[in-house]
């Protein structure tokens, strides 16, 4: 019978047609589950819950205490990407459950994004694109856009200086961008200026690209007070997670031209997106798509495969959350 023979992993979410199939090569997979995860590991019967030894999932998922409890036998939950903000780390770690996550796997592919996205707002591609298909260009070569600043001597904050937000850094260093960064630490190994608040980046910065860890302590972070400190010439991207910018806050400020415009890949509550947002001009969106590129989907598995085959090979994990939990 399936499952008495090979170990079963339990897919709380969906991931990619082929690596499901590899996983269904030496595994016995049951999902994924469709969310809410608890309510649906809820619904499993006894029988399957008590043979799940190890859970994939993604880190924005809620992996609750309640979740957990539910799954006698669990021991390994493996997070596609490098989030884990929505396992509960306390409780996983009270029954000795491995957490892992995929850090840097798609960092590459994030920064990328993020930079896109910087352009975007920064250059107004949306408004350029409605633009010349009004036909408002069609056939008057002489009317065109009002001019905007570019990027070039522009001054770039990064909040969070890991490792997607020094692949962001890298790149705009390539359009001639100034550079300052607030952290929890100052980093010695960077040339960047550092900011002790993020206030004090805000009020320096022209563009702010929210690159930071999720956690308790970055939710809301970029509030009404840093919005107005960056002002109305400046950007907001968020590649980061959509809580730690206050939506409602940033809604008011892009309506009200307390900032210039935003380009965001994340949103708070996904898939929902604030009829508030869908409903300005002024901001870029975008439906969490920082990741979806072959080459990080492909490093993010890899990295899930090597975590799954050294637990159940009784080694350590590969990539185990960081035992703060805050990355």
């Not at 694109?129 to 001597?153: E, K, Q």
């Not at 961008?177 to 206030?199: C, K, Q, S």
């Not at 022209?206 to 302590?217: E, I, K, M, Q």
């Not at 991207?237 to 809604?251: H, K, M, P, S, Y």
């Given at each position: ?6 170990p079963t992993?339990?897919l709380?979410?969906r991931v ?11 595994y ?9 995860f608890?309510q ?7 029988a399957?819950?008590a043979?799940?030894r190890?859970?994939v999932?993604?880190g ?13 036998a669990l ?7 490098s ?10 770690r ?10 840097g796997?798609n960092?590459s592919a994030?920064?990328?994004l ?15 694109n409605?633009?010349?298909r ?9 009317r065109?856009m ?8 522009r ?8 490792t997607?937000?020094?692949k ?5 260093a390539a359009?001639?961008?100034e550079?300052g960064y607030h ?13 002790a ?61 307390v ?17 508030g947002?869908l409903?300005?001009d002024?901001v ?12 990080a ?19 350590p994990?590969a990539?185990?959350v960081?035992?703060?939990?805050s990355?």
């Amino acid at each position: 019978m399936p499952g008495m023979s090979r170990p079963t992993v339990l897919l709380g979410a969906r991931v990619a047609a082929a690596f499901m199939e590899r996983l269904a090569e030496r595994y016995d997979v049951l999902g994924p589950l469709a969310p809410p995860f608890p309510q649906a590991v809820a619904a499993m019967s006894a029988a399957e819950a008590a043979r799940v030894r190890a859970l994939v999932t993604m880190g924005a998922m809620d992996t609750s205490r309640t979740a957990l409890d539910a799954l006698p036998a669990l021991g390994l939950v493996a997070c596609v990407g490098s989030g884990f903000e929505g396992v509960d780390l306390a409780a996983a770690r009270a029954r000795g459950i491995a957490v892992t996550h995929s850090p840097g796997a798609n960092a590459s592919a994030v920064a990328d994004l993020a930079v896109g996205l910087m352009i975007a707002t920064v250059r107004h591609f949306p408004e350029g694109n409605a633009f010349l298909r009004s036909g408002a260009w069609s056939g008057n070569y002489a009317r065109r856009m009002a001019p905007v600043r570019g990027l070039t001597g522009r001054r770039l904050g990064i909040l969070g200086l890991g490792t997607i937000g020094e692949k962001i850094a890298r790149r705009a260093a390539a359009f001639e961008m100034e550079i300052g960064y607030h952290n929890r630490h100052r980093r010695d190994d960077v040339p960047h200026a550092y900011f002790a608040t993020l206030h004090a980046l805000a009020l320096w910065a022209d563009v702010l690209v929210v690159a930071a860890r999720a956690n308790a302590a970055t939710r809301h972070l970029v509030n009404a007070d840093v919005l107005a400190a960056l002002g109305p010439d400046g950007h907001v991207v968020n590649i980061a997670r959509g809580f730690v910018i206050d939506e409602t806050a940033l809604v008011t400020a892009l309506r009200g031209g307390v900032i210039a415009g935003a380009g965001l890949d994340v949103y708070e509550h996904e898939p929902q997106v604030p009829e508030g947002l869908l409903s300005l001009d002024n901001v870029v969106l975008l439906p969490h798509m920082g990741g979806g590129t072959h080459e990080a989907q492909v490093a993010m598995q890899d990295m899930v495969w090597a975590n799954l085959d050294a637990f159940f090979a009784g080694r350590p994990v590969a990539t185990p959350v960081p035992a703060t939990g805050s990355g």
